[in-house]
Structures are given as structure tokens and as C-alpha cells.
């Protein structure tokens, strides 16, 4: 049995229980993983963006040593239809994009695969394509609901109205590029066909989901897929479901009757694995003399692919963030000749804060009021969307602990006036914000003779520190240590769970977790301690405790205070300080929880200012499709980071834990370029914020109040 007055393992700093595997390298990642007769598979992706495969010939290819088969959408097998479409590789000729999967070749050795798959002949019929997302295509429309069910467009109140009338508006519209996710880890996989059970080693954020699709577009049962993921080595979304080059290798695996290996090389990635969508958004924000809001019109358009319909929530931030009586909120898409945007680092909110805490900073200009206190006196006191109450909201708390922290008191708010020799200075503040999601979860506990506990779940450490985390959890639900507790994931075998991403990780397996170990000690107390040779073992299940919450807004809340320099000839800009302060209900460990939230906020930074990929409109293809041409954030560019938390008790599930993973991303691009602004006097509205777009600051400093199309009255 547990020890009973054991000290409390959530909440303290605790080292990651798998970091002794990770430093000696003695963790197995997807690649790693030893399998016999291993054939190497290379994928022929199309160069062209519209169109169909006329021919696919693979004599040279076959010709070559150590080539075992060429596989095309002739030779392949049939597989069901799921609800992505995007995953029916070599299923037909038709090609929906540049770099989309047409064959693939299996050899003996990598080296021969990739040689062999270079001679492949593939002949298209081409048409033309369609590949930038303009705001004059006529063919944009409104979708009825984007992703996370949310609906597409909403509106309360007399926007247009409060904004003919408001004291002060601005009318301002912010551009966001594509960016691509780039974890560390490739997208891998090793798959191996037993008869009719599939095993497959994968890069994962969710090996049950990951498992119940490939079994549906196999046509088997679940129970013969056994996903592995014992270490991932980052995902950021990418990895969060399958992604075509997973759904080649078991297709290639059954076709070739041998085990396959798969590793995509970083240029494979860009178009197969998923990217965030570029968008155009355009907010309107309308304000009394006090500065209190009278109207926000928030309108996002962004892109898809004609293959699916994905159409990310980009406005949803702005139905949560602050008081008005007139809101609309607005998503449009077009469908393009391009791969299926998808998920990565909090998708929606990243870029659609962007634009809503630029604006802010904006309207505060307009008013001459403080950013900080604008924010504050539109706090709002219920979701202003749904008019539901929040079940907890500490944003003027995580505001005001910022600013006292940054040395705030005191800013001159002048734009242009700080200089630091050859730099000048500058300093900006943006809110954060991101949704809770709880989903359904099962686990199972057991107790050893020994004295020790087992718990197992099909969760997944993707890096963030989870196996740490829920070994914390159980640990103080079964009233032990941490020492004594064991915990196994990462396999599809283990009881369902969903995946890691929207920071819904923790919360949800951490509530089975608690469930099962809770429901262990009942059990060991009516046996009064008595563990039998095999153990006590139970298991749990959260899905009616989820469906049984109270209705509720559910979020968490931040602020981020920045400090740049940027260089008076050379439009350089170094992010000198990024402190932020956070409200996420309980904290269970310390030490991951600040790796998580600074390292969240270097992928804003490096949003901010480095990453965009380029769009090449005659091929279809984008052209900077390397680390080499697509920048993100090094050593170099990051200096002086702080994170901190305020204590927020949040009762929505038994550990009061909310999510953490992606909330320091959210608002850092915006402190970034108010903080810029305030430097230079210039305003940059497109990221990311390259040199090029600032070194016109020492001759045309007008540019920030007034450029084309864009209106600020006061």
C-alpha cells in the first residue's frame, strides 16, 4: 500500500525519470529500433503541382543493384477510405500537389533506394495550378466550421455601428507566411507485417490514434496494430496523426512481403509531413475615450488543399480575450494546388494573437494610453463569446506580476527615442492564450508484491517530460514516492488514450492516472494490504467523469515583455530579454514546466523573426524547403529568457492541471513586433520581421501610422 504522509511529488522539481536513457543514448527511437531483413524504402515524389500520372516507368530503377521492387499505384494494395483522404497514398494517378507520393522503390540498401528512385521516369498530364493565397480569389468562401469544431463565423451585437461611431479605431490588416513544424526527429518509421497484424515503429504524438487509422485503411481489426513509440523526438503537430509516408511504408511492407525502414530526409518533409497555413487577417477594433472596446472585427483567410478541407481557428483567440458588446469573427479559406495545411505549435491562436495583440498595441497608440492598462480595463469578466463563466481566468494577474517583474513603471512610450550606440531599444507587451481540452482517457494500476506500482496507458512522451509528469501524478494518488512508481506508455497495446497535442496531454492521461491509482488503493485497502503473487491490478476509465463537467469556459492565460535591439544601419533586430508570466492551474513539475514555457517561447521568437517558407507560384513548390533556407531560431538568437507561473487553482479535473505546452508561443510574435515598433517607430505588419523589412526605419518613420489600405483614427 501506499505511504501514507508521503510528500507531495506534484508541483516540485523533479528530474525527467527517462534522462539517464536519453543522455547515454540508450533510449530507442522509431529508426532505431532492430528488425531482420529490413528492406529501405525512397519515395519518387511528383514535380508537378496539378494533374495526372500518365506513365510510371521503372525500368532503369529495377535494373539497378539491390533494387527490389518499384511500387506505384498499380502494384500496391487497396486500401479504405478514412476521413482524411490526404492518406490515400498511390491509391489513384491524380496529383493534388508538388512533392505528393507517386512511387516509391525498395532496395537492399538506402543507398540503392535513393539512386534507384532518382531513376524513375514518371510522366504527367499537367494542368495548370494555383498556388498563392490571394485575398482577390474569387473562389474564397466561408466554411460552415473549422478545426476543433469550432463554427466558422460569429457575430453578437452592431459591429459595424459601435465602429462608425467609436472615439478611437483602428483598421489593420497582418500577414503570417506557411511554417513548418521541424522536430528534431524526422518523421520514421519501421513497419512489419506478421500475417494480418501490422507492427509498426513510429514517430508518433499518438500511438492509439495513429493505430485505430492505419487498421481502418487496412481493413483489420485494432487489436492487429501495435504502434510503437517508446521516444519521440518532437512533433510540434506534425507528428500528432499519420501522415502519408507512414501510410507507404506499411503499404509497401504488405506489398513487398519484408519488413520496410523509412526515414524522411528534412526536404521530404516540408510537403508531406504538414505545414501551418500562411494567412490575411484584418482587424478592426473600436474604442470609447476610456479605451474600453465597443466593437472587435476579427477576419481570417487563410488556405487548403483540394484533396481535404482544413480550415485553421484562427479567430477563435479573439472570441475569449476581452470585453465587448459587438463582436464578429470571421474565417474564410481558398483551396489551392498545395500539400493540406495542418497542425503545429498551437495552430489558430499563434497566428491570430499575432494580429489581435498587434492590434492592441496599435489602438493603445492611437488613445496614447499605456498597452498593459488597455488590456487590463477590457478584461472580461465572462467568455465574451458564449457569455459562459470561466473556471478560472488570471490574465490582469499574469499582466500585472510581468510588469513588475520587466520594470515596466515608468516606459516612455515614445517610439524612436532609446539608442544604445549603433542599436536602438525598444520594449512591447502581448497577452497569451490557449484553450483547455480534456479528452477521455483509460489507464491501468497495479500493485507488486514488492511494493512497488505499475501504471500503464498508450500516452506518449514526445520530449515535453509527460513519462516524468504522470509518474508524479501517480505517485501522489497512490501516496508514495516517485522511486516506487513505474510508469510504461507509448504503445498502442496499452489502455487507449489520446494523443499528445493541444496541450491536453497531462490533463487528460493525468485524470486516468489519478482514477486508476485512487481506485487501486480502494481496492488494496478491502484486501487490508494483501498483494498476491500477480499483483492487484484495475484499471479506469475518464470518458463519463469528462462528459460530466460543468459548462464552463476553459483557458489558460499569459503576458510576454519584450526587449529588442535593433540596429540603426543594418535592420538587425536581437530579442535582448523575453520575460513571461503564466496562469495554467497546477504546475506538476517545476523543472519541465519552465523547459516547457522557454522553450515554447524560443518558437516564438523564432516566429517572429526568422521562419517563413517561400512559395515558388511557376512550380508549385516551396523553394526554401531545407534548414538551410528555412531559418529558426539558433543559439545565437536567444538571450535572456524568463518564465514564471502564478498559483492558480482551476477544480476542472482532479489534479487542477490545465496544459502548458503551447501557451508560451502564443503573444511572443506580438511582443516581438510591438517591441520593434516601439524601437523604431516602425510598424511591421508581415512576419517574420526581417532586416528587410525594417531598414527603411531611418528614413521613413511615417510608415507605421499610415500605410495603404489601412485606417487609424482617433
Not at 525498395?106 to 540503392?112: F, K, Q, S, Y
Not at 520514421?188 to 509498426?200: F, H, N, P, Q, R
Not at 507507404?248 to 519484408?258: E, F, H, Q
Not at 489558460?556 to 536581437?574: K, P
Amino acid at each position: 500500500m501506499g505511504t501514507v504522509g508521503a510528500e507531495k511529488s506534484v508541483g516540485a522539481d523533479v528530474a525527467r525519470v527517462d534522462g539517464v536513457a536519453k543522455v547515454t543514448g540508450a533510449a530507442r527511437y522509431a529508426y532505431e529500433h532492430p528488425v531482420r531483413d529490413a528492406l529501405y524504402l525512397w519515395p519518387v515524389q511528383s514535380t508537378i503541382a496539378a494533374g495526372r500520372v500518365r506513365v510510371v516507368d521503372a525500368s532503369s530503377a529495377l535494373a539497378k543493384p539491390d533494387v527490389v521492387a518499384v511500387l506505384d499505384s498499380s502494384s500496391v494494395p487497396k486500401l479504405h477510405p478514412v476521413e482524411d483522404p490526404g492518406l490515400a497514398v498511390l491509391q489513384s494517378e491524380d496529383v493534388g500537389y508538388r512533392g505528393q507520393i507517386v512511387a516509391a522503390v525498395a532496395a537492399r540498401t538506402l543507398e540503392a533506394a535513393r539512386e534507384a528512385a532518382a531513376a524513375v521516369r514518371v510522366v504527367y498530364d499537367e494542368v495548370a495550378h494555383h498556388v498563392l493565397l490571394r485575398p482577390d480569389d474569387p473562389a474564397i468562401y466561408a466554411p460552415d466550421t473549422v478545426n476543433g469544431g469550432f463554427a466558422g463565423t460569429t457575430e453578437r451585437g452592431d459591429v459595424d455601428a459601435a465602429l462608425a461611431t467609436a472615439a478611437a479605431a483602428v483598421d489593420v490588416t497582418y500577414t503570417t507566411p506557411p511554417e513548418h513544424a521541424s522536430p528534431i526527429e524526422p518523421h520514421s518509421t519501421i513497419a512489419v507485417w506478421e500475417g494480418d497484424t501490422l507492427t509498426m515503429y513510429e514517430a508518433t504524438q499518438g500511438p492509439w490514434v495513429a493505430a485505430t487509422t492505419l487498421a481502418g485503411l487496412f481493413g483489420i481489426s485494432v487489436d492487429n496494430v501495435h504502434v510503437v513509440a517508446d521516444h519521440v523526438g518532437g512533433g510540434f503537430g506534425s507528428k500528432a496523426v499519420l501522415r502519408p509516408p507512414s501510410v507507404l511504408a506499411a503499404l509497401a511492407a504488405r506489398a513487398v512481403g519484408r519488413p520496410i525502414k523509412l526515414a524522411m530526409t528534412r526536404q521530404q518533409m516540408f510537403p508531406l509531413v504538414s505545414y501551418r497555413t500562411p494567412t490575411i487577417q484584418r482587424i478592426r477594433l473600436g474604442a470609447d475615450p476610456d479605451g474600453r472596446l465597443v466593437a472587435v472585427e476579427h477576419d481570417s483567410l487563410q488556405q487548403s488543399s483540394r484533396i481535404r478541407e482544413y480550415c485553421e481557428q484562427t479567430v477563435t483567440a479573439t472570441r475569449v480575450m476581452y470585453a465587448t458588446s459587438n463582436l464578429r469573427t470571421v474565417h474564410r479559406l481558398a483551396r489551392l494546388d498545395m500539400p493540406t495545411p495542418s497542425w503545429m505549435r498551437a495552430p489558430g491562436e499563434a497566428p491570430g494573437m499575432f494580429a489581435l495583440e498587434s492590434a492592441m498595441d496599435e489602438l493603445a497608440n492611437v488613445l496614447g494610453m499605456d498597452p498593459v492598462e488597455l488590456r487590463i480595463i477590457n478584461d472580461a469578466e465572462v467568455e465574451p463569446e458564449s457569455r459562459l463563466a470561466f473556471s478560472s481566468r488570471h490574465l490582469v494577474a499574469c499582466l500585472r506580476e510581468g510588469a513588475r517583474r520587466f520594470g515596466w513603471e515608468g516606459r516612455d512610450p515614445t517610439p524612436g527615442v532609446r539608442r544604445d550606440g549603433p542599436w536602438l531599444i525598444g520594449t512591447g507587451v502581448a497577452s497569451s492564450h490557449h484553450p483547455v481540452h480534456i479528452r477521455p482517457s483509460t489507464a491501468s494500476a497495479r500493485a507488486n508484491p514488492d511494493g512497488t506500482f505499475l501504471v500503464r496507458l498508450a500516452a506518449v512522451d514526445i520530449g515535453t517530460g509527460s513519462r516524468t509528469a504522470l509518474t508524479q501524478v501517480a505517485a501522489d494518488a497512490l501516496l508514495t514516492t516517485p522511486e516506487r512508481v513505474t510508469v510504461e506508455l507509448g504503445r498502442s497495446v496499452l489502455p487507449s488514450a489520446p494523443l499528445a497535442g493541444g496541450s491536453m496531454g497531462t490533463a487528460s492521461w493525468g485524470w486516468a492516472v489519478t482514477k486508476a491509482c485512487e481506485t487501486l488503493l480502494g481496492e488494496l485497502d478491502q484486501r487490508s494490504g494483501a498483494i498476491p503473487s500477480a499483483g492487484v491490478e484495475v484499471a479506469a476509465d475518464t470518458t463519463e467523469d469528462v462528459a460530466q463537467q460543468k459548462p464552463l469556459a476553459r483557458h489558460t492565460f499569459g503576458a510576454q515583455f519584450c526587449q529588442v535591439r535593433v540596429g540603426i544601419e543594418t535592420g538587425q533586430v536581437l530579442v535582448d530579454r523575453l520575460l513571461g508570466v503564466f496562469a495554467a492551474g497546477q504546475i506538476v513539475n517545476a523543472r519541465t514546466a519552465r523547459s516547457q514555457f522557454l522553450g515554447s517561447m524560443v518558437m516564438g521568437i523564432s516566429m517572429a523573426l526568422h521562419e517563413g517558407l517561400e512559395v515558388d507560384p511557376r512550380y508549385g513548390d516551396f523553394a526554401n524547403r531545407d534548414l538551410a533556407g528555412y531559418h529558426i531560431a539558433a543559439n545565437a538568437d536567444i538571450r535572456n529568457l524568463e518564465a514564471y507561473w502564478i498559483e492558480e487553482h482551476d477544480e476542472q479535473n482532479p489534479m487542477g492541471v490545465k496544459g502548458i505546452g503551447e501557451l508560451g508561443i502564443v503573444g511572443t510574435a506580438a511582443a516581438v513586433a510591438n517591441a520593434v515598433h516601439h524601437a523604431t517607430g516602425i510598424r511591421v505588419r508581415t512576419l517574420p520581421i526581417t532586416l528587410e523589412r525594417v531598414r527603411r526605419l531611418p528614413h521613413d518613420r511615417s510608415a507605421s501610422t499610415a500605410p495603404p489600405g489601412i485606417t487609424i483614427r482617433a
